[in-house]
């Protein structure tokens, strides 16, 4: 903060004693006036920039020495391919035919396939870490060379486009070990990284994975337990308790290998290009959701809501298949609807939310339990409505509850969301995502929220060196 100037002039060389009282008296009311008219803090939502311009520097980033076939080796892999039959590969495929032997294997690009594409978090926070220093002016993570001067050391390896690549070359086997490439590439890292003094130094517990794709490191979770990983949520990370059921119930448990406290929420890639404000137009559509009806797990609200919307008057549900197709439509959807429909999926969260930031449709999030990307730097009831799924499945409720918000409440939601656009980016446009990035984007937020957990990781790390070799650590309890 600027130190306020005194600006007053003497009028003479000595007054009296009155005059003295009363300027005392206005000197010692004027500070606590500053302090109640402006020490209200702005919303966090409405002003990103605060956050960054009022924490550290920075983070001392260590990037583990992990062999290049585990990142950008894994690009070159795929982009060799010579096709991919799935759903939403057709734009890969052409990229290959037209681009990819003109380019550099220096600076390929991440898949455009939004299967993988929305989980590319790992592409672009490593392009940078190896940004060199010169260019990095707004980056909160700075890159040390030695992991004895660093906050954390970043493991560089593509754990989502590892696990893809194996359901493109053999899916049968993903489940297995045997003959499973994906397996084999995950053993290697944990390997490598589990023999250096700096996984022996502190457990695994300053090390960071990004682990986006709910099958990434399927095999290798419980050994990365301590780590600290960035996640898009907790739903790949739940399991049957088998033991305690007999086998018999549907109720899913939280794994004892994620928490709040260590790991960090972070979004997925939007696919869908960003709306400014400037280009808002009237929406005639109250609610709009495309997608599949029928997914797993916590899907079952989705189908329930489905079948109770359908039919409802200015409301838009609708089957929406990864491709070129479903992505304009998905376009139009989003910037002609007031409300876009977030009910869980396979996982509770998807880029849907993230795509409808970027279209400045309000996002309506049907959940009991749910974990965003950066509580406590952005408040989401800003801009997002929140329902329980017991009143969601009400008949006709959720379409009521929409309609009772104003034309001036809806406008400020967007006011909201045209503000907090730039935090869910990752892409920063440059060749390879080496280069600089917005000092107010998804890299920077996920950082300082690293950044937040150290204190609780480094008195983890002291607290073990102190117990005796017999001393079993107790499972992580999942505390939120």
């Known amino acids: 903060m600027t130190p306020v100037k005194n600006t007053a002039t003497r009028s003479g060389s000595s007054c009296s004693i009155p005059s003295l009282f009363i300027s005392l008296s206005i000197l010692c009311i004027l500070p606590l006036s500053l302090f109640f008219f402006h020490s209200s803090p702005t919303p966090l939502s409405l002003n990103p920039q605060i956050n960054l311009q009022t924490s550290p520097n920075s983070i001392k980033v260590y990037v583990a020495n992990l062999p290049r076939s585990l990142n950008y080796g894994l690009l070159e892999s795929y982009w060799a391919l010579d096709s991919d039959s799935r759903i939403g590969s057709e734009v890969d495929n052409q990229i290959r035919k037209i681009h990819i032997g003109k380019s550099s294997n220096n600076f390929l690009p991440y898949p455009e396939n939004p299967i993988i594409k929305q989980y590319s978090a790992e592409y672009w926070i490593l392009g940078d870490l190896m940004t060199s220093e010169k260019l990095k002016l707004g980056s909160f993570a700075k890159r040390v060379f030695t992991a004895e001067e660093a906050d954390v050391i970043f493991v560089p390896f593509f754990a989502t486009l590892s696990a893809e690549m194996q359901l493109i070359v053999n899916k049968g086997v993903f489940r297995k070990k045997a003959g499973n490439e994906d397996y084999e590439r995950q053993r290697v890292v944990v390997d490598f990284l589990k023999q250096t003094e700096a996984w022996k130094r502190s457990g695994g517990r300053d090390h960071v994975f990004v682990i986006t794709d709910p099958v990434a490191m399927w095999h290798v979770k419980a050994e990365l337990a301590p780590a600290i990983l960035l996640v898009v949520d907790f739903g790949g990370w739940y399991k049957l308790d088998s ?27 939007h696919l869908l290009p960003r709306l400014p ?17 029928h997914r797993h797990r916590g899907g079952i609200v989705r189908e329930k809501l489905w079948d109770l919307l359908i039919n409802e008057p200015r409301v838009v549900i609708e089957e929406g298949f990864p491709n070129a197709t479903g992505k304009e439509q998905s376009i139009k959807g989003m910037r002609t609807s007031e409300f876009c429909l977030h009910p869980a999926g396979d996982t509770p969260t998807s880029c849907r939310l993230f795509d409808a930031v970027q279209s400045l449709c309000i996002p309506v999030i049907v959940s009991d339990n749910i974990e965003l990307p950066f509580e406590g730097m952005v408040d989401y009831s800003e801009f997002a409505v929140f329902v329980a799924v017991s009143d969601a499945l009400q008949p006709s409720w959720l379409v009521n509850h929409l309609r009772s918000y104003s034309d001036e409440q809806k406008d400020r939601f967007r006011r909201n969301m045209a503000v907090v656009q730039t935090i869910f980016e990752y892409e920063n446009g440059q060749p390879g995502g080496i280069g600089p990035i917005s000092p107010n984007g998804a890299i920077n937020y996920i950082w300082r929220k690293v950044h937040q957990k150290l204190p609780m990781i480094k008195e983890a790390i002291i607290r073990e060196k102190r117990k005796p070799p017999s001393v079993s650590v107790p499972l992580r309890c999942h505390c939120t």
Request: hydrophobic share 30%; proline share 2%.
């Open 277 to 293: 404000l400037s280009e808002n137009r009237k929406r005639e559509t109250l609610l709009y959701f495309k997608g599949a009806k």
């Open 243 to 269: 033991k305690a059921s007999n086998e018999s119930s549907s109720d899913m448990i939280h794994h004892t290998q994620v928490s709040l406290l260590k790991d960090v929420i972070v979004p997925y890639t």
